[in-house]
């Protein structure tokens, strides 16, 4: 168990520092001069272009500027904004919390709504309940988020007036953002839940507990059910990066706060410190929930466990 | 079965319980909104103007969606029109521009201009506190005149506005001379623009370059708070008692705050603006505004911006459009008419001259001039020697007549519509375009040179905007003179028009001005933008100043 802790966090570790070198390169090759978007065109002067970027470090070589950021950046320093010198660090934390209650949400949205769908399908295989479920599911993963998020706004606040539209204060306006994204997750483990459950139910021991007279419920809820998660569980994972990406849209079309609103800003304005800060904020996090899928594992199937 | 059966139950009450929830909560809102609202007394008949200010109603707090987030709340700095709304709250100028585009008193109550027209002498008011207690007087307009000029405030706008000037002298503590490097006709009427609004000299100095996120100035509301990309509050300022003469109300504000709330997506905008979460919201897109004038409980306002209009500005740099007969085919061969009304509906105004009807000097005589004439185009390439090939398009000496159009704006107004419109009418005379959208205007465009034709807008009060556009001395790093226009003629109308104080003739310098840049065919005006507000009906005394920019001194909410 130690061992297998130490393995992931060392690998984690190593995810970290290689981002940290990917957004820097990436944004580096990106075409487009940051120096010429933050002065007016009608008045900056060659000088003034100059200046600026000497100001800003962008004429010294590539390696020097890359170990400058990455020591600052380890550090703790995320800079500051090109557009309102607002610090980077403070801001993309202040900001969090909005995207995290977002993608918490939308993640329980998807897993529950996901789960519970994927065993019915699994259960009701090629009846009804079967084809309705893989269409909506199908339906959830292929509606682009921002035209299901303007359909919901449509009905639940314009006809309906349950919810507000927009903003990010209260459970409230959680509701339609945290739906819209669930929606498109949900869709992804319907389709994963139902196929692994299919898998287990035809394994031979729940052959063998059905033989044994236990009831068809607890066959499928209490261990059909726990087999069939593993898989589930690392969707989930690997959807909080969707989710966090998705956030971005839907940030913007909720007019919630939130981190993902700041990047989009930020990649509009060219302010680069800001776009490296919250890429490599985001990808710090993703690794750690990964981190965290990977242990869980140990906790849901013993057979993990022992194998380290 | 009998699982089936369960579960299916167990379904239904879930989704019972559901929608009990929900229409719980619906009514619940809707309760907690009626028992909300103080009894409807003080309200007077929304659709008359507030004849009398007294009795418009006082309080309440108006929520107004704006399409994008201010930069920075620091008039002298900020980059962008929307910053605009905000400052107008926060801030005054030394002057106003009225309606008709005269220029009236403000936080200055009279002018002199010296003989040699070079310097201004303005007496100030006395009785005017920034929101932080310093007191305004002629060291602040001083402190914030020179603020402008120091490289280090890194001012973009304001500084182009205040171009000529050099220095100030305080005559007294209320007298305030401003010194002009060269006559400027329009620098009076520039001081009206909120970008040279008055900041309190101490907050600036104490908040340095995070100004623009605590703004202090003397205007009738008061900077409460500003959550990123969600929000900025405003709130009464109960001192105030010196507003301008283009509102009603020149005390303190009728509302208790103001709300900016920051809404990019436009259906949600709209939305938020429907389900009465906002009473108004700002830039309603043409195919909503037709359905949102069936809608009762909505009132549309709508008022064209100043300035140059959308236009498309040939790159004289380029052959062959250095050739007045190849601009003069592109003029014919565009339909500028059956573009703006399939993409704005009849919402937006055709542009006909290169500034827009509301400028000092707007020539009237350009509307209907030149209209779609695809005969005429295509004799005008012949004439020039680009003949029609095999498949349609012309070549001369073996190259294909291509025009690379560039726009920098992602579709803003659908800008990029009328690209995509344009490429397809100009196949019909045999032009392939290119078209190409980037936001890195600067350097793929302007440092390259690389467009035959560019798309852009100005908001401007005085048609000396022209100068920056197409005057042949505009020679900065990118941009400036975007048309590429080398006239003496022309300049030496920019030149007179600049210095000229009779206004009259400046009146006929620049229908002289317009006439020629139509004439010479250095571009193809398209519309004018309209900025165009969706409001609840009971909010009532918006007002608009010159430039198009909402003002909110006479706005009250009835019930």
């Not at chain 2, 929520?63 to 920075?72: E, K």
């Not at chain 2, 003029?331 to 290169?354: H, R």
Request: proline share 5%; hydrophobic share 45%; with cysteine.
């Amino acid at each position: 168990m130690t061992k297998l802790i130490l393995v992931r966090l060392s690998t984690s570790l190593l995810v970290i520092l290689g981002s940290l070198v990917l957004v820097f390169i990436i944004i580096y090759l990106l075409p487009g001069d940051p120096v010429l978007q933050m002065l007016d065109p009608n008045t900056a002067t060659p000088e003034d272009i100059a200046n600026l970027r000497h100001q800003l470090g962008l004429d010294k070589s590539f390696v020097s500027q890359f170990l400058t950021y990455a020591n600052q950046m380890l550090h703790g320093d995320f800079g500051k904004s090109i557009l309102n010198s607002e610090p980077v660090l403070p801001k993309i934390i202040k900001h969090f919390p909005d995207t995290l209650a977002l993608t918490l949400a939308s993640s329980l949205i998807s897993a529950a709504v996901g789960i519970f769908l994927g065993v019915l399908s699994a259960i009701h295989r090629n009846s009804w309940i079967d084809i309705v479920t893989r269409i909506v599911g199908l339906f959830g993963i292929s509606m682009p988020s921002f035209w299901s998020g303007i359909l919901l706004i449509l009905i639940f606040s314009v006809h309906f007036g349950w919810f507000p539209a927009m903003g990010s204060d209260g459970w409230k306006t959680l509701v339609l953002p945290a739906f819209t994204l669930g929606i498109v997750g949900s869709g992804f483990i319907v389709r994963m839940v139902r196929n692994s459950m299919l898998e287990v139910i035809n394994e031979q021991f729940i052959l063998t507990l059905r033989s044994k007279g236990l009831s068809e419920r607890l066959v499928m809820y209490r261990h059909a059910l726990r087999n069939a998660l593993i898989p589930a569980i690392t969707m989930i994972g690997v959807l909080v990066g969707e989710l966090m990406a998705g956030a971005v849209v839907i940030e913007t079309v909720f007019s919630r706060q939130g981190i993902g609103r700041i990047v989009s800003d930020a990649l509009m304005a060219k302010d680069l410190p800001v776009v490296q800060g919250v890429v490599f904020f985001s990808a710090i996090i993703y690794v750690l929930v990964n981190l965290l899928v990977d242990l869980s594992y140990s906790v849901i199937d013993p057979r993990v466990r022992r194998a380290h | 079965m009998n699982k089936k059966m369960r579960l299916w139950n167990k379904l239904t009450l879930i989704s019972l319980a559901l929608i009990l929830v929900l229409t719980a909560c619906a009514s619940n809102t809707k309760k907690e909104e009626a028992s909300k609202a103080p009894p409807a007394s003080v309200a007077p008949s929304p659709s008359e103007k507030a004849e009398e200010p007294e009795e418009a109603a006082k309080g309440g707090e108006l929520t107004y969606a704006l399409a994008t987030s201010p930069d920075l709340l620091d008039p002298h700095v900020s980059r962008v029109a929307v910053s605009v709304r905000v400052l107008r709250t926060i801030y005054d100028s030394l002057v106003v521009q009225d309606a008709d585009g005269s220029i009236k008193p403000w936080l200055a109550t009279e002018w002199e201009l010296a003989p040699d027209s070079k310097s201004y002498t303005f007496k100030l008011r006395k009785d005017v506190k920034f929101h932080d207690g310093t007191p305004f007087n002629a060291e602040a307009v001083k402190y914030n005149f020179d603020r402008i000029l120091d490289p280090t405030t890194k001012a973009a706008n304001a500084a182009a506005l205040i171009r000529p000037y050099v220095s100030s002298d305080i005559i007294d503590e209320f007298t305030i001379k401003l010194n002009l490097a060269t006559p400027s006709a329009d620098f009076l009427g520039n001081l009206s623009q909120a970008l040279v609004g008055i900041v309190s000299p101490t907050a600036a100095k104490k908040f340095g370059d995070q100004f623009g996120r605590n703004p202090v100035g003397s205007g009738p509301f008061k900077f409460v708070k500003w959550d990123d990309n969600a929000q900025i509050n405003v709130e009464r300022n109960p001192d105030y008692n010196w507003g301008p003469s283009n509102v009603d109300n020149k005390s303190a504000a009728n509302l208790d705050t103001i709300s900016f709330k920051i809404i990019p997506e436009e259906a949600t905008r709209l939305g938020s603006v429907q389900s009465n979460q906002v009473q108004a919201a700002e830039s309603i897109p043409p195919q909503n505004i037709l359905s949102l004038k069936k809608e009762d409980k909505l009132q549309l306002l709508q008022v064209n911006t100043n300035g140059l209009p959308y236009t498309l500005f040939i790159n004289q740099r380029k052959k062959p459009w250095n050739e007045l007969k190849a601009r003069q085919a592109l003029q014919y061969g565009i339909d500028v008419t059956t573009i703006v009304q399939t993409l704005y509906l009849g919402t937006y105004e055709q542009a006909w001259s290169p500034i827009s009807p509301g400028l000092l000097g707007y020539d009237k005589s350009l509307e209907n001039g030149i209209k779609l004439d695809i005969d005429k185009a295509n004799s005008l390439l012949d004439e020039i020697g680009w003949v029609k090939g095999k498949d349609g398009l012309r070549e001369k000496d073996g190259k294909k007549l291509t025009l690379h159009y560039v726009d920098s704006s992602p579709n803003r107004e659908k800008r990029n519509d009328i690209a995509a419109i344009v490429q397809q009418q100009l196949k019909k005379i045999g032009i392939t375009v290119e078209v190409e959208i980037t936001k890195d205007v600067l350097n793929s465009v302007f440092v390259k040179d690389g467009y035959d034709i560019f798309g852009n807008s100005q908001t401007n009060s005085d048609p000396n905007a022209l100068f920056a556009f197409y005057h042949s001395l505009v020679k900065i790093v990118g941009g400036g003179n975007i048309p590429g226009v080398l006239d003496p003629e022309l300049d030496d109308l920019l030149n007179k028009g600049a210095v000229e104080q009779d206004n009259t003739k400046r009146v006929e310098i620049y229908k002289q001005a317009q006439q020629l840049i139509i004439n010479k065919a250095y571009i193809i005006p398209i519309y004018v933008f309209p900025y165009t507000v969706a409001a609840s009906k009971t909010v009532t005394g918006l007002k608009f100043d010159a430039l198009g920019y909402p003002l909110f001194n006479d706005v009250s909410i009835t019930k």
